[in-house]
């Protein structure tokens, strides 16, 4: 049985190539997505911004993420340290994380799990592979799985 979410959800993606993020967003577009996707550059930054802090100080979302896409491979702080600090924040730990990286190393998919991502899905080069993988994206996590409603007060 799904669970329908009536409130607006979010999906946080963290990728330093700026073509990627673009890819990404026009392909959930292309794929129906009806949810909102906000991006920012590096580890760093999506943790300011989860926290309020930086850049976003003073700029609290109303809502945080339902699930957040984040890049392995990035410059300031790269994914691996990101998913630690999020997995180590009691606020932010339950929020469910995907990697979403072009490494299709098992190394990598190994320590993304090791370090407590939700799942791991390998960028695909081509835009229609994108755009079908960002629909099954939004058809697991938004019409399959039960994601955490966290509103900020």
């Known amino acids: ?15 330093d190539d700026e073509d990627d993020r673009l890819l ?3 392909a959930m577009e292309a794929a129906g997505s009806k ?6 550059a590096d580890g ?20 945080l993420p339902s699930v957040i896409l984040l890049d392995l491979n990035m410059p300031v ?9 999020l997995k180590a924040d009691k606020t932010l730990a339950t929020i469910p994380v995907v990697i979403l990286s072009t490494s299709a190393e098992v190394e990598d998919i190994n320590d993304g ?9 390998i960028k695909p080069t081509e835009f229609s592979s994108m ?13 399959c ?3 955490p409603m966290m509103v900020r007060h």
């Open 1 to 15: 049985m799904s669970t329908k979410i009536d409130e607006p959800t979010v999906i946080l993606m963290a990728d």
């Open 24 to 26: 990404a967003k026009d």
């Open 35 to 40: 949810y909102s996707c906000f991006t920012v």
């Open 44 to 63: 760093q930054e999506l943790l300011d911004y989860l926290r309020c802090e930086g850049a976003f100080t003073g700029k609290a979302p109303a809502e």
């Open 77 to 85: 702080m790269d994914g691996r340290e990101t998913l630690k600090q």
């Open 113 to 121: 799990y090791g370090l407590g991502a939700s799942s791991y899905m």
């Open 131 to 143: 755009v079908t993988m960002m629909k099954q994206f939004n058809d697991y996590w938004f019409d």
């Open 145 to 147: 799985a039960s994601v």
